[in-house]
């Protein structure tokens, strides 16, 4: 069979830049495979997907060597058009792809440039629509749908043009684990019933592998370090090499002395065969020797009652009761529009609660303005370009100080005291436009920082992050949280965050709350993870196949087994 993308010693390099970005690809995609591209952040796998759907060198020009044939063609022949004809891509960014004011202008787009007569674009758009489980949502507006509804849309608006190929950029970046299972569901479907090739580009390895993949092609350096199957991958140490997340499955099988096998096929721990395993894991399991330790502290934070609607008689929140103690690490987590991110606002006076109150070391504050909440409670976007609003890095840190009429030596002093904590004190100088997205988000913890908050509030703060910045965040904050005693509440998607680095969470699902607990109670308790849209740990599935009774006390065991490795494993 001759293959539907080629690359033959392929190189690029962009016109800003010295070096290659891409290196000697060799590659061969082959019609209706799906191939799941992986690798650390700045090794060359957006590169690599701009070549497929033809935004190199149409929209990013630069120097190329060797071939790429899609389809038999040269896509300089094509041009960026033709190439939408053959390769359909859904970005990260769903927001950025919506044109319609509605979901059904939105996915007919194409066809109305096409000039289709509007009976077939009815069908058509219709047809879609049911195939990717949006029919529902026609005359809604795209913008106001959840995560998971938005990929839905943009997936349909790229498919109605019978695309060869479907090109999926971080699917599962913005989404809660459970519509990210859907996500991976839906590709499936799609490649079983159209034979479309799909080529997806994920962080999130073992949510991406959650369905079958034919390959998985690893990239680092701007090289292929790697194009071989789930089950030889997971079974060797390349991921840990290049700095990628293993399934957590994976890692407590390795930690427990095993030696993972491809013939057991790891890819799914569902269907793996774990019986060459059993008894090293119960022995690892056994010989556990942490001790929890209880650290009550004095609550800094409490919310009481809570109840709030943008409109009346539509609560987005109804009930919410918590406590936070002063020093902890808590996540709070739930589906995408359940309420979490209204919360943090609700917090930091952006909106005002219709019942209920917000303590803040016994105090009442609701007469507080958003300055004096300002001053104690610090919220960090998940975006961290929505924040920045000076063009160099010191100005930026440095701008909430300004504001308040701070002398401009202890400016200087607080600024540069803050920097040197967030490992920014060497790019003083640079402008923000200068830095990875990874040091953009440490900027604008910075700029909260340098306000001596007693509380930290951060949203989403590792996504899109691959698992080597992943893991500097989230080691950074720990150091902050331990050594500033600075309280960090954190809305999060990541279930391996939630269970290594914070010791209570919040579930908030459908505007109440329905439990605050260990992680990792939480997440190996079915009733709950269903109705929070999370996702139950693959280590309460390693823990029931190698008949320990207590899967809970298991994943916990595993938690503080990581936190005594130090995440190194």
């Known amino acids: 069979m001759k293959p539907i993308i080629e690359f033959k010693d392929f190189s690029f390099k962009y016109r800003s830049q010295v070096e290659p970005t891409l290196r000697d690809i060799n590659l061969a995609i082959y019609p209706g495979e799906k191939v799941l591209i992986i690798g650390p952040s700045g090794s060359g796998k957006s590169t690599l997907a701009n070549c497929l759907n033809g935004l190199v060198p149409f929209s990013y020009p630069g120097d190329i060597t060797g071939t790429l044939e899609i389809d038999g063609v040269n896509p300089k022949k094509l041009g960026i058009f033709g190439m939408s004809k053959k390769v359909g891509t859904v970005l990260q960014d769903t927001d950025g792809q919506f044109i319609g004011l509605t979901v059904a202008e939105d996915i007919a787009f194409v066809l109305e440039n096409d000039q289709v007569p509007q009976d077939k674009m009815f069908d058509k758009v219709g047809e879609i629509a049911e195939l990717v489980d949006v029919a529902t949502l026609l005359h809604h507006a795209p913008t106001a749908l959840s995560g998971g509804q938005k990929q839905r849309v943009s997936m349909a608006g790229v498919m109605i043009d019978d695309v060869d190929i479907l090109l999926f950029d971080e699917p599962l970046a913005n989404l809660d684990p459970a519509t990210g299972k859907r996500a991976i569901d839906l590709i499936d479907r799609i490649q079983k019933q159209k034979n479309t090739t799909i080529v997806i580009i994920e962080h999130r390895l073992e949510d991406a592998l959650y369905r079958d993949i034919d390959r998985v092609v690893v990239v680092g350096d701007g090289r292929i370090v790697a194009d071989t199957t789930p089950d030889k991958l997971l079974a060797g140490s390349l991921l840990k090499e290049q700095g990628i997340r293993e399934p957590l499955y994976i890692t407590a099988l390795k930690y427990a002395g095993c030696e993972v096998t491809p013939e057991s096929h790891p890819q799914h721990i569902s269907s793996m065969n774990l019986q060459p395993y059993v008894d090293k894991v119960q022995r690892w399991y056994r010989e556990k020797t942490f001790q929890k330790v209880e650290n009550r502290q004095e609550a800094i934070l409490e919310v009481k009652h809570l109840s709030f609607g943008y409109e009346d008689g539509d609560p987005v929140l ?22 979490k991110t209204t919360l943090s606002n609700l917090i930091c006076g952006f909106a005002k609660p219709n019942e209920g109150s917000i303590s803040f070391h016994g105090e009442d504050i609701a007469d507080w303005s958003i300055k004096e909440r300002g001053e104690k409670i610090g919220l960090v976007m998940q975006n961290p370009n929505q924040m920045i609003s000076k063009p160099m890095i010191f100005e930026e840190v440095a701008l909430g100080l300004a504001v308040r009429g701070v002398s401009e030596d202890e400016i200087n002093e607080r600024v540069n005291a803050t920097l040197k904590i967030c490992g920014l004190y060497p790019f003083r100088n640079w402008p923000v436009s200068a830095l990875s997205f990874g040091q953009k988000k440490r900027v604008t913890i910075a700029s909260i920082l340098v306000m001596n908050p007693e509380v930290l509030i951060l949203d989403e703060p590792t996504a899109g992050q691959d698992y080597r910045h992943y893991t500097e965040i989230m080691e950074f904050l720990k150091e902050i949280n331990r050594d500033y005693g600075i309280t960090i509440v954190m809305i999060t998607h990541d279930m391996h ?25 939480i997440l190996t308790n079915k009733q709950i993870t269903d109705k929070a849209y999370l996702k139950r740990t693959s280590l309460y599935d390693l823990a029931i196949a190698c008949e320990i009774p207590d899967a809970t006390a298991f994943a916990a065991y595993f938690i503080d087994y990581e936190r005594a490795m130090g995440g190194e494993g």
């Open 318 to 339: 109804k009930n919410i009761h918590f406590t936070v103690q002063k020093g902890e690490m808590i996540s709070i987590v739930g589906k995408n529009g359940a309420g």
């Open 497 to 521: 965050l939630m269970l290594e680095y914070t010791d209570r969470t919040i579930v908030i699902a459908d505007g109440e709350m329905l439990a605050i607990d260990e992680p990792a109670r």
